[in-house]
């Protein structure tokens, strides 16, 4: 390989100035042993590039003293050993990298050596072994579990000192780690969770964290809520975790550090941001995973809710009101399959939880301690107490925390025996003293505030039964949703009749307000399903709004000027800016055109009859004008081909058959698009009946539960690139139409795997119309329901009309229904029969 020639023995410079090189490129790192070592190291990436080219055959020259060429330099041999040649340079023995380019001597790859190579004496490979270390730094990889490091490993982590985030041992620590990737280096802050092996108990809750991390990880969305876990390791003493870092804290911390929310946007947002941990807790009660034909189900429990392992996260929000919260510490949980019995999870023993805890994990006697079985109940309970105490918050700050705190000790107090002294319960039922706090910050509350004078008895009060009675993780998600949308609604509400000759007591600007006016509770007070208690929730009672009285006419004669009478004991309300829609008045109810699936079938069958493209023009639907209100606009259909839509494919085949070769009629390009919430096949096509082909074949396979997630944000993507696409064209000078309308109408029955969540997907799409200022109805969703699943049309009922979002573009109708309501529905407000939602987003 390398020539014969020799070179001049004093030729060192590329040595003296590789070895300059390393004294100024060292980066610092650690080791975790019985103490802490800092320690220096190498980037890889640096070292590669700087031995490469030139640099890197003028260095073997000088220390080979034989004549290298590039064709030399750049042959797997010499690649695959820079390393080796690094250390062989510091300890002074680089000529012996001659004896490295065999075929069979060890390579980059072998580092670190723990065993003497054949090419290296004794003494060579003591110091060889020695220097090493700093070459060959941990490379964390994304998705790293469990791996154990030898304890001269030096670790990429630096800056790490230990952080007060309200929790006893394990030590957590924040600090930073170097990641590297082809031609840069990037720094991420992090925390480090850190368990001594001192003891039994310090390994079982690495392991509980642990198996409960990577179970929780396999859900992508899981992050939103739960904090994220990086990976785990072990070195010498002390097992390690890597989570994302909270850089606001706790709650407890949050509670001290921000003042509580006066406006009622504020209120609002906090709420929405604080019940996403509902979502969290569903994640973590709940997971399937689908292996093959075969579906295993994991339960979960976490056993430690309380305010200070929730952690808070700014997100680049300004307003500490939208801050992110998520459940963290799972030290204490636990991980089992299955079985029927819904509210205890095999394989957990319960820890004392003592201020949040339930009374079924309150044991007087510590000899006990091990003798309760790990309940998902449990956590309901707590999480329960959190959003109790954040009631307080909500109303008067930190003090009347403090304040509820005291009267549930003063009152636990005489409790004969009672050790933990500011519990929620008794030992066996909750406080009276609960409920009367309750009570009494209700008639506290401010104008604006609709969740605090109800969660009592629309959510607190079913979290504290006693155990088989409590409320379940889905339905307490779907009680907040609940809660979100009178909040929402009754703030439009007041928006709309709050009397001021000032224009004062409107929404705030970039709040948008549906167009239905003052009927906007209407879909809160419909008459509940019958059948709502077989699938484990409950109607709300929802307070009728304040009975509005007309006042007297004023002096210029405003039309339709109103006023409320003044709830008693609210605190004075905030100013508000102009609305973004009008009141509207209503008159008699216009009987809209109606069109069923048969009249649509008859009429493809009279138009494929006909030859001359004319004639097919001439034979026109019943009240054909109206699919001019869709013209122009894209059609996308998402189908749910999940194994319980089995027994409604025909009927999916023909609700398809007929819109897909409607929609092509009046689309633009003709392009009908048609994806499957299981399936990650994707169809487009201008012939319909090409894609009906796809649907029938597709009903052949169904097998797999379904979670149109995944679907769901694909579709998102692709409507963002397009977008994306023609702002760029736009702001070059390129002649480019903007997106056209679109509308995505998802064919599902809603039995949806429990974790499935597609109010998060709907607020993404409201917010990438803000954010792309698109017309009210630009996007709108129609979900098209197949079957009698009570749960299912509950659950698109929620996604519908329960959300609270600042644009209605959502419908939901039977696969029986309206044609014209199917297309209409979410884009036109004369065939939506909800009313206003207005506000903000739901965040859940």
Known sequence: MASSRSLSPGDATPVAEFLHFLSKHQSPGLRFGSSLQKCMFVPQDELQAYLSGARLQALLESVCRQRFTQKDVNTAAVQSRRRILAILILIGRGDLIKRCFTAHAPSDENLPFELQPSQFSFDTFRRFYEEQWAFCAHSFQEGEIDSHILENTILPIYGLEEKDLGGPQPLLSCGYIHT???????????????YNLNGDLASISYRNELEALKTLSLNKNASKSIVKFYGSFTQQDSHHVILEYADQGTLRDFYQKFSHPKMENDVTDFWEHLFNLAVGLRQIHHIELLEGDHTSTFHGVHQDLRPSNILVFCKGEASPYRFTFKIGNFSHSHYGLSDEDNSKNHGGVSMRIRTYGPPGCYL???AYREVVRAQRNGDIWSLACIFSEATSWVTDGPQAVEEYRNQRKQALSQVPGFKDGDCFHDGSDVLPEVKAWHAHLAMLRRAGDYVTPNIWHTLL?????VDEQRLRAFQLCNKTIELLGQQRNRVCHDYFYRGDDNNKGWPPAGRFCGSSGPAMMRANQEKPSEDLDS???????????PTAKKSEPNSNNSPGSSTLSTPPNVNPGIEFEKPLCPVHQHGPAMRLPELSFKEVSDWISRRKSFTLKKDKDNEKLPNHDYLNRVAGRDHIF?????????????EV????????YLTKTVDDDRIIEAHFTVSAATHKSSKSSILLSKVQERGLQLAATSNPETACDKILREWKNKVTRNKFRNLVGLSKPSMPGVTLYILTDGVWEDQSDLSSFIRDVVRFMDEYDMPRKHIGIQFIRFGNSTRGAERLRVLDSGLGLRRDIVDTIPSTGNVFKILLGPVDPTFDDDECTCGGEANI
């Open 364 to 366: 007087i006697r510590p």
């Open 535 to 545: 699938m484990g929730t409950t109607a709300l009672d929802v307070p009728n709004p």
């Open 653 to 660: 085949a023909k609700v398809f058959k007929a819109l897909s």
């Open 638 to 650: 998402l189908i749910d081909d999940a194994v319980s839509m089995k027994d409604y494919w025909p």
């Open 461 to 465: 009060q079913q979290c504290l039964e």
């Open 180 to 194: 590297t990737s082809v031609d840069t280096r990037c720094v991420h802050e992090f925390v480090i969770k850190t």
